[in-house]
């Protein structure tokens, strides 16, 4: 089983970016689909987008248009850059495979995950 470890969360105002950075112990090319996801307080955790092994990405209607997953099965790693950030998108973000768009089950346990608060 690959061990997933999220990075580049931090504090940025409202409008600004981030890029968060998702690094595998292992080979990920063999993995169909890797996420991000994130969890707000008080809220359930919800996959924001997903990079698929042919290529292909998807976001959930929040993030589109302001967030950019990619995936460097040469690196093994997931990266979410994520532009005009808004304080909705405070959250603990983690990586975990995808098993099916808008499914939270993990394979295996949750990371860590990486803090980003967004201030108005």
């Known amino acids: 089983q690959v061990h997933l470890v999220e990075s580049g969360g931090g504090l940025v105002q409202a409008g600004g970016s981030l890029r968060l950075s998702c690094a595998a112990s292992?080979?990920?090319?063999?993995?169909?689909?890797l996420g991000w996801y994130r969890q707000a307080p008080g809220k359930s955790r919800e996959m924001v987008a997903a990079?698929?092994?042919?290529?292909?990405?998807k976001y959930a209607d929040s993030v589109k248009g302001r967030f950019t997953i990619s995936r460097d099965n040469a690196k093994n790693t997931v990266d979410l850059q994520m532009d005009n950030l808004k304080p909705e998108d405070t959250a603990v973000y983690y990586c975990?495979?995808?098993?099916?768009?808008?499914?939270?089950?993990?394979?295996?346990?949750w990371g860590q995950g990486t803090q980003v608060t967004v201030s108005s």
């Open positions: 990079a698929y092994r042919s290529g292909g990405t």
């Open positions: 292992g080979s990920i090319s063999s993995i169909n689909a």
């Open positions: 975990n495979p995808v098993r099916q768009w808008g499914v939270v089950i993990p394979f295996g346990s």
